[in-house]
């Protein structure tokens, strides 16, 4: 039996599945830290965090599949390695360390550098060769804000690498990026030709010699482990290492999807809603890149909330100090304990609405000030009044990014993540969407995907054969009452952001003055 690994680098932690190649879970750990946020709207990790863990990760994988399943490593015929989106990359000097912590795709400092683009670059060439717009979300500004506020670091930053390309590289040796991180990047990167644009490169004054010039598929071998690596992480010496990619498109391989007109959304920290299209969708309120699958000829076109799974952790870690005690004691988890209090409140949770925006928010608003809100709360209201709000927040966020992207969404919406965990949240969802929502039985997300592209790119699977793998649950349908009333609540929710913004641009600049 041949067996196969897939890491993802996420934002909270580093995951790593050992399956056989019959879709059978065989082992898996995960490694956790955290994200530096020295000022308000900055978002920074030090890459080494990610490579540690990851190197933690994989090792004690393959350990446990040694000793609890008696596997042979010599029978591990590849990994693949997706990692989360990470702005700018690391800026790397000449030697490849790193200069500076990488500010990843949470980063909102880039605001000026947002507005000196809108203002000096010809946003319609800009969107009719990269499909991107401009936001301080994108590698593109970020690198910008490194050259306008840290001159030193930008002189002495030799590449920019994604967070999964570093960690190849540390293992490999070999340099490189798939399509749908380089695409993901924005601003330089042609949809079009699907190669860097020196056009771009040239307006926007970031030489594109700072980029990995080597762009490969999701299926490709990146190099192979070095001695090092394979004595550090207990694998076979030359394993192959596959590219993968963005982890939000991983888990998408990981849910089956290999055709276009098909809508899926991974609520994790984040989350990214995405139609998988022939031809990228023109709208600024989309994030677009090339697919991890057939990647020059299938796009990837979300809108990414900043904040999901991230507001429903804060609630617990915030507010509930008393349930995770109870917890700690030995009684039900902290969200079991939620969900059930917050099944007991109705639609629209008596009358409150919740602006999910705890980080500013990217597509479809693009506003770096957008501000997390509570509106409508009164003395009646409880703990568990406010945490189904929460709830319908996130998916209020969902129904307005499948409204920008607008039609040929397919019958139903795929949802993964850590949401699906929640018989109520699936309810909601689909609820609010009007859609019916269809679950993953095992919730690998973005580890599956990297098993299949490990798979793939080394021959011992193909796509055809992992489709047997990819087990949806039931479909969750719509209640028509309940959407009918949530579309009014989400009426509100639109109508709030437009009467804050300009408050909420305020209080931002107040903050500032601290």
Known sequence: MNYLLGTDIGTSGAKTILMDCKGNLIAQDLQEYGVLTPKPLWAEQWPDVWLDATKRSIANAVKK???NAGI?????????ISGLYGGS???LDSEMNPIRPCMIWMDRRAAQETQWVKENVDLERLQAITYNSVDPYYGFTKMLWLKNNEPDNWQKTALFLPPNNYVMYKLTGKIAIDYSSAGNIGGIFDMNTRTWSQEMSQALGIPLDKMPQNIVESTDIVGTLSREASHELGLPFDLPVIAAGIDCGAASIGLGIYQPNIYSATVGTSMCAALISEKPVKSDG?????????????????AGSNTAGAIIKWFRD????????Q????GDSVYTVLNRQAEKVPVGSGGLVVLPYFMGERSPIWDSHAKGTIVGLSLTHSKAHIFRAFMEAVAYALRQAMETTGENLGEYIIIAGGATKSKLWKQIFADVTSYPVVCPLNDTEANLGDVILAGVG???????EVQKWQLLDEKIMPNPQA??????????????YQHLKNDMATLSALAQQQ
């Open 89 to 91: 990359g690391i800026p």
């Open 483 to 496: 959407h009918a009333l949530y579309s009014q609540y989400y009426q509100v929710y639109k109508s709030i």
């Open 318 to 325: 915030t507010l509930c100090h008393w349930e995770i005690e």
């Open 458 to 464: 080394t021959g011992v699977l193909t796509f055809e």
């Open 286 to 302: 989309l994030i677009v890149w090339p697919y991890l699958y057939n990647a020059k000829k299938l796009s990837y076109n979300f």
């Open 327 to 330: 917890e700690k004691r030995g």
């Open 72 to 80: 042979d490593i010599q029978q591990i015929k590849g990994i693949a």
């Open 65 to 67: 599949a040694v000793q």
